[in-house]
């Protein structure tokens, strides 16, 4: 089956096919890095991950860009408040600086934990100060900018399609406005360039034509993906949260300047929910980290497994039984490759059937079941695992390098086991945790098994999931 990908602007599967030949341009909104990444977050990361993964698989080479925001995005999608990461650095003491390297340099770490291809380009916004600066130029020269007190601001009364892509009711926007918008002519205009406030010295500004400032959220992603692939390239990702506001205004201003929507294909993953549907948000400080999971004893690659077992644009409601639902799968897995022969022939049929699922929009829940009707086919071991290896080139589970350790159990380790899934099954996490730590200092760890949970001795080799 050629692969076909469900696109946001045009709100349809469509077959895909290359604006070059067979290279893709795969532009990924990355984080702002004011704070740790959160699971939802990190969902999309996955997806994109994935999506990455069957282009290649389908024969196509891809030049893969992942942003940094580490200036100029505001509390607020509405251009109000203030720089997040202004507000972080005295949330923490730190330099705005300072933040930004580090919980950069934590998301990476999520990042390789999960297995995620590294992108070809990871671009920082302060490193890319000069080319929004020429972006705002040319928005300018083609008419589309209106100067205020605070900034400089893109005037989307001159587009009659702005917000096609979030399908905007602009008219019931504008007549239904309950908030001030200060001097912004339009509810839906917003910022491209932000001067700093009179006595006011902020960590991070910069001169420009129109005076000393930081430049808006958006325009970074269009002067960025612009750069490095183009004002015309093949798929923009992102979150479902980017559609109405930060999506629309990056399409605005390529639209403006090079009349272009700027993607051929924009996808956007869904939300990750929490208990009551929730979405986990960085903003409301209540979120789950990678680390968080990892407490639990829970792997990186489990949560990237229960990430698959979801459609991307479906929403994922998280909860524990869940995630150790999706550990046990993964233990099991890894189990019966291990136990696989090397020098077989991939099935043919099963491949043909993986690829046709993965191919219908990322459909990886059904590819996840075509896996396991493969492991329970009764073919040759060896024809298993070779199969088996061309599905992980896809679902990224790293299953040649996992190794069990297996080791004899002292009896006091097995009673701390046991007092610890008494502990969990009253939801006494407090206790459970003091026993894993207990466990962990005597050297073992915990693996959710087809038996049950079972300590396992740290070992060199058995540290499948080290980043």
């Known amino acids: 089956m050629p692969l076909a990908l469900y696109d946001t602007w045009s709100r349809a599967l469509r077959p895909f096919t290359p604006i070059r030949s067979e290279r893709v341009g795969m532009y990924c909104c990355g984080p702002t890095v004011y704070d740790h990444a959160h699971i939802g977050n990190l969902r999309t990361y996955v997806f994109e991950d994935v999506l990455r993964r069957v282009l290649a698989r389908n024969g196509y080479t891809v030049r893969h860009v992942v942003n940094i925001t580490d200036v100029g995005h505001l509390t607020s999608d509405a251009d109000e408040g203030e720089d997040k990461m202004e507000k972080g650095s005295r949330r923490t003491g730190e330099s705005a600086w300072a933040i930004a390297r580090r919980y950069t340099e934590a998301f ?20 890319h100060i000069a080319e929004q600066i020429a972006f705002i130029a040319e ?6 900018v209106y100067r205020t007190d605070d900034g400089l601001y893109f005037d989307t009364d ?5 917000g096609f892509l979030a399908r905007l009711d602009r008219a019931g926007l504008q007549a239904g406005k309950r908030v001030a918008i200060g001097a912004k002519r339009n509810i839906t205009d917003f910022a491209l360039w932000k001067f700093s406030p009179p006595g006011v010295q902020r960590q991070m500004e910069w001169d420009s034509p129109w005076g000393r400032g930081f ?6 992603c269009s002067a960025m993906s612009a750069k490095y692939l183009g004002t015309w390239f093949d798929i923009h990702c992102g979150g479902e949260d980017h559609i109405a506001v930060h999506h629309s205004n990056e399409i605005a201003q390529t639209q403006a300047a090079h009349g272009t929507r700027l993607a051929n294909f924009w996808l956007h993953g869904h939300f990750l929910t929490q208990q009551g549907d929730a979405k986990m948000s960085k903003s409301a400080g209540d979120f789950l980290r990678l680390q968080t999971l990892r407490d639990r004893q829970a792997e990186p690659l489990a949560y990237r497994y229960l990430c698959l077992s979801a459609h991307y644009r479906s929403t994922l409601q998280f909860n524990w039984d869940a995630l150790r639902a999706a550990q046990t799968a993964l233990n099991r897995l890894r189990r019966l490759y291990a136990g696989w ?15 046709a699922e993965a191919n219908d929009d990322l459909n990886l829940p059904k590819a996840l079941a075509v896996l396991w009707d493969c492991v329970r086919s009764g073919l040759p071991g060896a024809t298993l695992r070779a199969t088996v290896d061309q599905f992980d080139a896809v679902l990224g589970f790293r299953l040649r390098d996992w190794r069990l350790v297996e080791a004899k ?36 760890r915990i693996e959710d098994g087809a038996h ?12 499948a999931i080290d980043p």
């Open 158 to 162: 001159k587009q009659d399609d702005y």
């Open 215 to 220: 430049p808006g959220w958006h325009i970074e």
């Open 452 to 463: 049950g949970p079972q300590p396992v001795r740290r070992a060199p080799q058995a540290a």
């Open 409 to 444: 159990v002292p009896a006091e380790v097995q009673a701390l086991v046991n007092e610890r899934e008494a502990a969990r099954a009253s939801k006494d996490w407090a206790r459970a945790d003091a026993l894993r730590a207990a466990l962990d200092a005597q050297g073992w």
């Open 341 to 355: 022969p090397e020098g077989g022939v991939a099935d043919a049929a099963y491949v043909a059937r993986f690829d």
């Open 139 to 144: 928005i300018e020269r083609a008419g589309y």
């Open 108 to 127: 990476v770490d999520d990042w390789r934990a999960l297995n995620l291809l590294e992108p070809h380009v990871w671009c920082r916004a302060t490193d």
